[in-house]
């Protein structure tokens, strides 16, 4: 099946920076997904992009859908403590949903 | 709470236990799914129930046995299971099969 490549694995940061991760496919997706997995807990839905092209924000987050339907990336600015998790992008086609394996952050107060 | 509710949240089994793991959804949802997480490996989808009928099983061993009674619950059977089973089990639900789905907390497993 479609394999998603996401990078970076995983990620060391100091609190404030500016973070940037990144999903790639073989194949196209109509719809593109974030989620978010703090530890101990399952993932939960941050941004969802259902347009080639589109740019969508949440707060310090920011995602866009890649205009070749192939790519995603995820971008998270001044990073906090709070942002420590595995970050996981998803990509969906007609009923086919496929997950990368994840970046994990850690951010440095 | 996000919704889907799993339990327990730990399991710790023998290798010739029989366990069921619970998943619940209040959300309206028709579409359930039964996700193993592995560390450093993606997501590994292991079933799919889309108003209450299987519709995809991932070539699991048939040591896991899914049940879905009704729209809202779902079971894992679990028996005889390996040690290498050992990992993090996730439900899933969303409104249709492969839309945005609502994971629940997870149940820790561990196979001794």
């Known amino acids: 099946g479609q394999q998603l490549n996401q990078s970076p694995q995983s990620m060391f940061i100091q609190e404030g920076e500016d973070v940037s991760m990144n999903c790639t496919s073989s194949?196209?997706?109509?719809?593109w997904l974030w989620y978010k997995q703090d530890p101990g807990e399952g993932p939960v839905l941050l941004i969802a992009?259902?347009?080639?092209?589109e740019l969508t924000s949440n707060g310090r987050l920011t995602a866009q859908f890649g205009t070749t339907r192939k790519d995603s990336f995820l971008n998270i600015s001044a990073s906090i403590p709070s942002d420590v998790g595995i970050y996981f992008c998803?990509?969906?086609?007609?009923?086919?949903?496929?997950f990368g394996a994840g970046t994990r952050l850690t951010v440095k107060p | 709470e996000t919704g889907v509710t799993q339990t327990p949240r730990h399991l710790v089994m023998g290798m010739t236990n029989k366990k069921s793991l619970k998943c619940e959804q209040h959300?309206?949802?028709?579409?359930m799914y039964w996700y193993k997480q592995s560390a450093k490996k993606p997501l590994e989808l292991m079933f799919v129930?889309?108003?209450?009928?299987?519709?995809e099983n991932n070539s699991v061993p048939s040591r896991f046995s899914p049940e879905c009674p009704n729209s809202s619950h779902l079971f894992l059977h679990l028996h005889t299971l390996q040690p290498e089973d050992s990992a993090l089990y996730l439900c899933?639900?969303?409104?249709?099969?492969?839309?945005?789905?609502?994971f629940g907390s997870g149940t820790r497993l561990t196979v001794v």
């Open positions: 899933a639900s969303s409104r249709q099969t492969g839309n945005g789905y609502t």
């Open positions: 194949s196209i997706f109509n719809t």
């Open positions: 992009l259902y347009k080639a092209g």
């Open positions: 998803a990509g969906q086609e007609n009923n086919d949903m496929r």
């Open positions: 959300l309206g949802h028709n579409a």
């Open positions: 129930y889309s108003l209450e009928e299987r519709v």
